[in-house]
């Protein structure tokens, strides 16, 4: 079973540049997460999509940053423009999103995508 | 507000030590709490853990939850430097299939 898929692994943009990262998550999978997580902490939960509906995207700053999932599918967040504090790495991740399931769900990673803005 | 915290922050360790690791959680509507281990790269599953009291195990490392105290412990014996990494807890809630993670825990195995 393939993984989640992300890209580009690296980027490394000037202030107020703008950058996208894309997202293939599991097959199958109808939840998926975009999470930001900087050096020393852990992922903080920025958008989470059920399908291609958006469950929570409160911790999104929305004035610089986007994202969709207009198919369900594949996902893309957007930054523009950047700043220095958005340097971080961009996790996504995936589950089954099956509420009625008791045993609970498990959330799988993509690779990450490493931001440094300088 | 839900919450996830673990301690401690960071450990460091020789060869051989056995390690656990705290997690305590506030989350309204718990389903579940995983575990996770973090090298230079994406965190890749450990445990997942839905009943109090039943320990699960996987090689020299295990875990178990109590309900009760709202809060679980990652063990792991015989320690290698190849556990060094941040371990990461995550509650999921039942509303919303919404998971929040701890800070983590970094461990250093020192040879």
């Known amino acids: 079973e393939a993984g989640v898929a992300q890209s580009p692994r690296y980027k490394i943009i000037e202030k107020r540049q703008s950058v996208a990262f894309w997202c293939n998550p599991i097959s199958g999978h109808a939840t998926l997460y975009w999470y930001q997580q900087i050096l020393g902490q852990g992922p903080k939960l920025l958008i989470q999509?059920?399908?291609?509906?958006?469950?929570?995207d409160s911790q999104l700053p929305k004035d610089r940053f986007s994202a969709e999932r207009l198919k369900g599918v594949d996902s893309t967040l957007k930054i523009q423009p950047a700043k220095l504090e958005d340097s971080a790495v961009y996790l996504c991740?995936?589950?089954?999103?099956?509420?009625?399931?008791?045993?609970?769900?498990?959330?799988?990673f993509g690779e990450g995508s490493w931001l440094t803005v300088v | 507000e839900d919450k996830v915290v673990q301690s401690p922050l960071s450990l460091v360790v020789h060869e051989g030590d056995t390690v656990t690791l705290n997690c305590s959680y506030e989350?309204?509507?718990?389903?579940?709490l995983l575990w996770y281990k973090q090298e230079k790269k994406a965190p890749t599953f450990l445990f997942m853990l839905?009943?109090?009291?039943i320990e699960k195990k996987s090689g020299r490392l295990s875990s178990i939850l109590d309900k009760k105290e709202l809060s679980s412990i990652l063990n792991i014996t015989a320690t290698q430097t190849g556990d060094s990494a941040i371990y990461l807890c995550a509650v999921e809630a039942v509303t919303g299939n919404q998971f929040y993670f701890g800070t983590g825990t970094s461990l250093t195995v020192i040879p």
């Open positions: 991740a995936s589950s089954i999103g099956q509420r009625l399931l008791s045993l609970g769900n498990t959330i799988y």
């Open positions: 839905t009943s109090s009291g």
């Open positions: 999509f059920q399908n291609n509906g958006v469950v929570d």
């Open positions: 989350v309204t509507n718990f389903r579940s």
